[in-house]
């Protein structure tokens, strides 16, 4: 049961930055928090001068052609709500390069297409198994992995989940509308699938035949080059993950250019020499290649022309390389950015500054809708308030 809740508070995330409210947002209070973020991180990133130009507004979206093309569809418009991008990563070990190109990697595009992106940092979600590390040094470690790969914080809101308390309040909200029997109809609640956009769908259809349109229906954005279906390098059948014992089985940003070679070499193929591209038959090769074109953005089709002629073996030498490359930069950065954690905490204190004002405005509205807009309205305004003066101050 406790998997339907937590599946559900991820899910309150995206609808409490999704507000028609959120609109109203004051430009000098978002100004001042860009600004700190700029003078903190600008050593770096090339940013740009910040202006009251460079907030992105959530009507100025707009996709370039390219291969967003699928991306267009997904986020069409429901209404004049704003099109915003949510997304949120456990802070329980390093990240693997199933992370980076599925997840990370597609938020820094997204990010530099101009979309209005909000990554937080899924702290509380790591609490629902048994922790032998520390949380907190885990959120730095992953943070400095972000900003190294590209997550700009004055473009990106990126804070911790922990420091915004209204993705719990409004899970609440929400839940009280969700029946047994109505779950019991869920497949992602019987059988623990992947639709994960079900769930808040229905709960959201509710809540607007009861009380009125407050935010849109958050729906998926998936990949489509294949980076969410990056497999184990020592068993093909099944996916990446942090948690396989086998630690050959993924190769971490983390990993020296000498282990991502090592684990490479090690990789589970088949006893064809040829390189060729068939995730059925030949999910072992096909991996590979599917890990060489995400490192050097190309398609399976070019990248077996390239390499016609090499054996397997000699083909794992190139796949290799290319991850070096690409990953290399990463890990430099990351190493650099974590040796300096009060930097990495500021980052964070100020995104979740961005994200509670947003958050705020929905709640609001949420309370409005349900009746109770005069016993939390002053909690809210006076909240604001509060932190408003303290990041001035600042």
């Not at 390069?97 to 530099?112: H, T």
């Not at 769908?201 to 954005?221: I, N, S």
């Not at 983390?254 to 589970?268: G, P, T, W």
């Not at 000699?314 to 290399?328: F, I, N, T």
Request: with cysteine; charged share 25%.
């Amino acid at each position: 049961m406790h998997r339907y809740y937590i599946h559900l508070y991820s899910r309150c995330q995206e609808l409490l930055y999704s507000s028609q409210s959120t609109r109203k947002l004051s430009i000098t209070i978002q100004m001042t928090l860009l600004k700190d973020v700029y003078r903190s991180v600008k050593k770096y990133f090339p940013f740009r001068s910040i202006t009251s130009r460079g907030i992105p507004h959530e009507s100025q979206v707009v996709v370039e052609q390219s291969d967003e093309t699928s991306l267009q569809g997904d986020l069409k418009d429901e209404g004049n709500w704003p099109k915003r991008i949510v997304s949120g990563l456990q802070p329980t070990g390093a990240l693997h390069i199933g992370n980076y190109f599925a997840a990370v990697r597609r938020c820094v595009q997204l990010q530099e297409h101009g979309h209005d992106v909000m990554l937080f940092i899924a702290d509380l979600h790591a609490l629902t198994t048994k922790q032998t590390f520390s949380i907190e040094e885990h959120t730095l470690d992953l943070t400095a992995y972000l900003m190294a790969s590209g997550v700009d914080p004055a473009r990106t809101i990126l804070f911790s989940q922990s420091a915004v308390p209204r993705h719990a309040e409004l899970c609440w909200v929400l839940t009280c509308l969700a029946t047994q029997a109505r779950l019991a109809h869920l497949p992602q609640y019987r059988e623990r699938t992947a639709k994960g956009g079900e769930l808040a769908a229905q709960l959201v259809r509710t809540f607007h035949h009861r009380y009125g349109r407050v935010f849109p229906t958050p729906r998926a954005l998936l990949p489509v080059d294949g980076s969410d279906r990056i497999k184990s390098l020592r068993d093909p059948s099944k996916k990446m993950s942090k948690s396989d014992p086998d630690l050959k089985s993924r190769i971490m940003l983390s990993d020296s250019d000498e282990n991502i070679h090592l684990k490479i070499r090690k990789a589970v193929t088949d006893f064809t020499p040829q390189v060729t591209f068939d995730p059925v038959s030949r999910p072992g090769v096909s991996n590979l290649v599917t890990l060489h074109c995400l490192a050097q953005d190309k398609l399976p089709e070019e990248v077996v022309q390239e390499v016609e002629g090499l054996t397997t073996a000699q083909y794992k030498r190139v796949v290799a390389s290319a991850l070096c490359d690409a990953l290399g930069p990463v890990r430099s950065m990351a190493t650099e950015l974590r040796a300096r954690p009060r930097l990495l905490r500021d980052v964070l204190k100020h995104g979740a500054a961005r994200a509670r004002l947003r958050a705020d405005e929905v709640y609001g509205d949420v309370m409005s809708s349900l009746g109770l807009s005069s016993l939390s309205s002053r909690l809210i305004t006076t909240s604001n308030t509060t932190r408003t003066l303290n990041a001035r101050s600042r």
